[in-house]
């Protein structure tokens, strides 16, 4: 009896490798860096739901005649620069051919060295701070940067809100939210503008007297890039001030968790996002992007509550698809996957993906000008396109 289930057990194991066919050659494995858990995890789980449906669909390449399954494999990153690197250092020992991430900029450029020691290719997603690219040959990139998201920002404020003084508001040692400080407030300033600085440390959980510190300042609009844990509290206590003054954010506040923030208030939140599901220009692409999506997501609860609850779909997820793809369209350019062979035809790939056309520049950055300006709208619980901008 116990060699009978063994057998059975042995060939329940056998049975998705024999579904591949008798030219299977082996597998090829995608890690996925991203935070589960920490400030940004709501905006991790985001970006990861992205990759699992891209790999719901693509599960295996053929190479040379020969199939290759690819598998994921997933590590915690927990939105922190300081464990980064063992969690990039556990996918190193996985054998991983190509990393996939991650949520924040920070845990991106703490994790590169490691990536880069090891040989393995990466891809991020939504890390957006130039520094993530720069200096790292083996970090590639699919989103827009910094620099040009503080510039569409401050353009925004200044022209489009008509705001002449900002209060800005980061996290010390934050690297996304200081770099993207410090690229909106030099655009500001030289648009005319003025910036009233100010930073809280970590661990901040009352805001009241940094939210009076702009009242004070005469500011029309509170410009603050930090995470969604920062933002729901902040957002909750504005709320109770009444506070008339707009806020304006980068792309970490396009999350279900602002939404919730905001709810029944009369809070004006505005912030740039890298894709829009109810852009009517739509690609083909995206419009059966946005079908499959959500009903991979309502098809399986654990999805849905890693999505907030429901089936808003974030930019954020629509990037990490896109990075899967991306990476799939280097791995069929190989002759069998190996991350050495992946690092080498990355700088020349291009895909066509739900977030625009993805080509690298010499940085390793993808070459997009185009960002989405939202609204979080407080009653209905979902976000309002503004506009699109560009700076040439």
């Avoid at 669909?57 to 063992?86: C, F, H, I, M």
């Amino acid at each position: 009896m116990k060699k009978t289930l063994a057998l059975l057990l042995v060939l329940m194991l056998a049975l998705p490798i024999l579904a591949l066919g008798e030219n299977y050659a082996g597998t090829i494995t995608i890690g996925i860096f991203e935070p589960a858990s920490g400030d940004n995890a709501a905006g991790g789980k985001q970006e990861t739901l992205g990759m699992y449906y891209a790999n719901s669909l693509v599960g295996s390449v053929e190479l040379g005649g020969k199939t290759y399954k690819l598998e994921v494999s997933e590590v915690d990153n927990q939105t922190s620069a300081d464990k980064a690197p063992a969690a990039a250092q556990t996918l190193v020992s996985r054998n991983v051919n190509v990393v996939l991430g991650t949520y924040g900029s920070g845990a991106s450029m703490a994790a590169a060295p490691i990536f880069e020691a090891a040989g393995i290719p990466a891809i991020g997603a939504s890390c957006t701070n130039p520094g993530v690219t720069l200096g790292s040959p083996l970090y590639w990139r699919i989103c827009y940067t910094d620099d040009f998201q503080g510039d569409v920002l401050a353009n925004f404020a200044f022209n489009n809100l008509d705001v002449k003084v900002a209060y800005t508001l980061n996290m010390l040692g934050e690297d996304y939210g200081a770099g993207l400080v410090n690229y909106f407030t030099r655009a500001f300033e030289k648009l005319g503008g003025t910036v009233v600085a100010d930073t809280f440390p970590e661990g901040t959980s009352d805001f009241t007297a940094y939210l009076q510190n702009a009242v004070n300042a005469g500011a029309g609009v509170i410009f603050s890039p930090s995470s969604t844990t920062y933002a729901s509290l902040m957002l909750g206590q504005a709320k109770s001030m009444n506070l008339a003054i707009p806020f304006v954010a980068g792309d970490t506040w396009a999350s279900s968790v602002i939404l919730e923030a905001v709810q029944g208030s009369e809070l004006k939140v505005y912030f740039s996002d890298f894709f829009d599901e109810n852009d009517e220009n739509a690609s083909q692409v995206s419009k059966d992007f946005v079908t499959g999506f959500k009903a991979w997501l309502n098809a399986n609860p654990q999805n849905l509550t890693n999505n907030g609850g429901n089936d808003i779909i974030a930019a954020v997820s629509a990037l990490g698809y896109d990075a899967y793809m991306t990476a799939v369209e280097a791995i069929k350019a190989t002759e069998n996957g190996s991350k050495d062979q992946i690092a080498e035809v990355l700088p020349s790939v291009s895909y066509d993906g739900v977030t625009g056309m993805i080509v690298f520049d010499e940085n390793g950055d993808a070459k997009k000008d185009i960002a989405y300006i939202k609204i979080a709208d407080t009653q209905s619980l979902n976000y309002i396109f503004v506009t699109t901008t560009s700076i040439q």
